[in-house]
T-cell receptor
Framework: DQQVKQNSPSLSVQEGRISILNCDYT??????FLWYKKYPAEGPTFLIS?????DKNEDGRFTVFLNKSAKHLSLHIVPSQPGDSAVYFC??????????FGQGTTLQVKP | NAGVTQTPKFRVLKTGQSMTLLCAQD?????MYWYRQDPGMGLRLIHY???????AKGEVPDGYNVSRLKKQNFLLGLESAAPSQTSVYFC???????????FGSGTRLTVV
């Protein structure tokens, strides 16, 4: 049972445009959500997070939106840059300290 | 400031062989985790530890064992490797969970 789902395996956008990566979850106990970025041959690195008491968190070009009623979150990257090309993982946690990850979305930003 | 170090980085095993993957962290973190990454499956938690001397099962623990004898080390063992265990393995550590996760660079394991 996949508790965190990223239904788009890949996304391709033009440099300068907006990238929108989506994530759905099923466990209503999740109260903290994160996005990780992964380059080839490296481990994932933390990008941005949001608490369930908020509906938006912004950090520079990156914004995460949370819709609790729909159990859906999204990551917006504006403007997209070629260096943003990577695999993006959505993750969620409750008070257990364990992160449950989605399948990942490969983003390609074309110059 | 090494963070999380995984050894080895690559390994090829024959079916039935055993091996141990080592994870070491120098951040004095309490929590440590082992994940595997497979195409289309994302990162799946194998085992984790909430402190020295403790271990617990994650989502996909079968075929693996772990030990946390020292706070800074978390070992992942495969007693009898199977081709289904071909994967990239990531270790992570955390002080409090959530965005405190620091990942190692991974171990690519192939079982033939």
């Amino acid at each position: 049972d996949q508790q965190v789902k990223q239904n788009s395996p890949s996304l391709s956008v033009q440099e300068g445009r907006i990238s929108i990566l989506n994530c759905d979850y099923t466990n209503s106990m999740f109260d903290y959500f994160l996005w990780y970025k992964k380059y080839p041959a490296e481990g994932p690195t933390f990008l941005i997070s949001i608490s369930s008491i908020k509906d938006k968190n912004e950090d520079g070009r990156f914004t995460v939106f949370l819709n609790k009623s729909a159990k859906h979150l999204s990551l917006h990257i504006v403007p997209s840059q070629p260096g943003d090309s990577a695999v993006y993982f959505c993750a969620a946690t409750s008070n257990t300290g364990k992160l449950i990850f989605g399948q990942g979305t490969t983003l390609q930003v074309k110059p | 400031n090494a963070g999380v170090t995984q050894t080895p980085k690559f390994r090829v095993l024959k079916t039935g062989q055993s091996m141990t993957l080592l994870c070491a962290q120098d951040m004095n973190h309490e929590y440590m985790y082992w994940y595997r990454q497979d195409p289309g499956m994302g990162l799946r938690l194998i085992h984790y530890s909430v402190g020295e001397g403790t271990t617990a099962k994650g989502e996909v623990p079968d075929g693996y064992n772990v030990s946390r004898l020292k706070k800074q080390n978390f070992l992942l063992g495969l007693e009898s490797a199977a081709p289904s265990q071909t994967s990239v393995y990531f270790c992570a550590s955390s002080g409090t969970g959530g965005d405190g996760y620091t990942f190692g660079s991974g171990t690519r394991l192939t079982v033939v």
